[in-house]
């Protein structure tokens, strides 16, 4: 019966019951209303970091039938003229940093195991488009670096000065294809190009003493002040380092 205890408890339960779920959906409207933006800005990034990242892999796999399929304008030419080696995609991380009505940006870190088991990596910034669903329309190689500041450790520093030390070695040697090896991104690339000249004859013979101090670390990145000497000439060097899977590889030399 209606007056029963059995149906007021039922009825308190079922009641109950509704009123936690209305609280749930007033709490969760409610929280959407309060960090909105954030909660729509997230999920509306989903489409073009996914798309990035299937460019990027398919780039790398020689894939050129899916990166076509995800860009368009100028990465789409790049795709259609892809003749890359082709490498395994070792980690990839992809970053919404900015969108719009139908517009993003995204940066990317590859890094790639190469046919001969060598390590790269590769530091870009895409723009995407909405064009019957999110295409890459330019990639272009930009050294971000993702993670936190932290203090350079010893043993980073003393492998960070092996690995510099090796690639001069092996410079001085001729041995200009080993020496690459060393190298990632941007000046494995500019290295590889410079091949067919400058692997003609040693850049020097003789390397000396080589310092180098740590200034800076952030995320898998490194920069270290090195002076060191070749061919009874000093050099002084700001040198980018970036550690990949198989160790410290150099990003970069500036000379000051």
């Known amino acids: 019966m209606p007056g029963s205890v059995f149906w007021r408890c039922f009825t308190l339960r079922r009641f ?3 009123r936690a779920v209305a609280t749930a959906i007033i709490a969760l409207v409610s929280g959407l209303l309060v960090s909105g933006p954030t909660v729509w800005k997230t999920l509306a990034a989903i489409g073009p970091a996914k798309a990035a990242d299937a460019y990027i892999r398919a780039l790398a796999a020689g894939d050129r ?4 399929a995800r860009s368009s304008g100028n990465a789409a030419w790049v795709a259609k003229n892809l003749q890359a080696e082709k490498a395994d995609v070792v980690s990839l991380r992809a970053f919404v940093t900015e969108l719009g009505k139908g517009y993003a940006e995204a940066l990317i870190y590859a890094e790639l195991k190469l046919g001969d088991g060598s ?6 910034r895409l723009a995407l488009v909405q064009k019957g669903g999110w295409k890459v329309i330019s990639a272009a190689e930009h050294p971000w670096v993702p993670g936190a500041k932290k203090i350079a450790a010893k043993k980073d520093v003393a492998a960070a000065k092996e690995v510099f030390a090796s690639y001069l070695r092996l410079l001085s ?8 090896k060393l190298l990632c ?6 290295h590889e190009r410079g091949a ?3 692997g003609v004859a040693p850049l020097f013979k ?11 670390r952030k995320g898998n990145q490194m920069i270290c002040r090195v002076a060191y000497e070749v061919d009874e000439r000093r050099v002084d060097a700001l040198v980018r380092f970036a ?3 198989d160790g410290w590889h150099v990003l970069g030399v500036d000379q000051v």
């Open 16 to 18: 109950g019951a509704k």
């Open 173 to 180: 040697e001729n041995k200009y294809a080993e020496a690459a």
């Open 196 to 198: 067919p000249a400058l």
């Open 206 to 216: 003789r390397v000396g003493e080589i310092f180098l101090t740590p200034v800076w």
């Open 65 to 68: 039938k899916t990166a076509l």
């Open 243 to 245: 550690k990949l899977g």
């Open 185 to 190: 991104g941007p000046a494995r690339r500019a």
């Open 119 to 124: 390590r790269d990596a590769g530091w870009y």
